[in-house]
C-alpha cells in the first residue's frame, strides 16, 4: 500500500496499481486486494484510500480480462471481500449503444455561426471544441451523443463538479456516456459517486465497484432508493454491514476517503 499512496496523483496511483496487476501472480493479486478490500470496508484510512486507486485500475476500459480472473479467483478461493469488489450484479442491461457501434457522429446538438453556419460539426470539431475553455461551448457539448466527446469534456480544466453531477443524474441516462465518468478524475468526488450509483442506467459492474466507495448515509441512500437494481441494493447492504459501528449519534465514517 505505501507504493501506492506515496504517488500524489490518482492517475498515476491507478497505473502503478495496473502494472501491478498486469505482472503479479492472480492468486497472490486476488489475495493481496482481499486483504485491502476487508480492511477498507473496516473504514481504515490508507486501505480506502488505496481502494480507491484499485476501482481505478479496475473500471478502465481495457480491465475486463483481468476483472474477470479476479472474480474467478474470488470465488474459487471465498475471497468475500474481492467477492463484492468485483460482483457484477443481477439487474437490466444499461442503456448501452450495440457493441461495436458508436452513437450517430453526424447529428450533433451543436452548430457554429460564420462560414459553418448552416451544418452540423464533425466528431473531430466537437472534439477540438471541447478542451476550448469557453463555458456556454462545455455546457452545450455536455449533452452530445458521442462518448469521445464527453470523455474530453471532462478532462476540461474550466468543467465543474455541478456540471458532472447534472451529467451523472441526468434521466434517462446513457450508459456509454456514464461509464466516461465512471472512469474519470470526477468520480473520486462523493456528490459524483453517489449519483452514477442512483442512476439506473450506470452499467452495473463499474456502479458496483464505485458503491464500495460510498460513505455510510450514502450507502443508506442507495439500500432504499427503489430506482436501484435490487442487485446493487443488496451490495450496499452487504457494506453496510461490514462497516464500524458509529461512535455517536450523527457520526459517519468520513475519517477516510472523501
Sequence with gaps: MSATLSLGDGALRARYVGSVAA???IDDLARALDVICERAEQAEASPREVL???VDAL???DAGDLVQR???QAAGESLLALERLVRHP???TSSMPPEGRVPDASAPPLALGGERAGRPLTLGERKWLARRPDRETIQRLLADPHPEVIARCLRNPRLTEDDVVRLAAKRPGRGDILAEIARSRWAH???VRVALVMNPASPLELAARVAGLLLRPELQLVARSPGVSPGLRALCLEH???RPPTSGPGADDRGGIH
Excluded: M, Q
Design 59 to 61: 473500471n478502465a476500459s
Design 189 to 191: 468526488r462523493p456528490r
Design 23 to 25: 505482472t503479479w501472480p
Design 90 to 92: 443481477a439487474g437490466p
Design 52 to 54: 480507491v486507486a484499485i
Design 240 to 242: 453496510l454491514e461490514r
Design 70 to 72: 479476479l472474480r474467478e
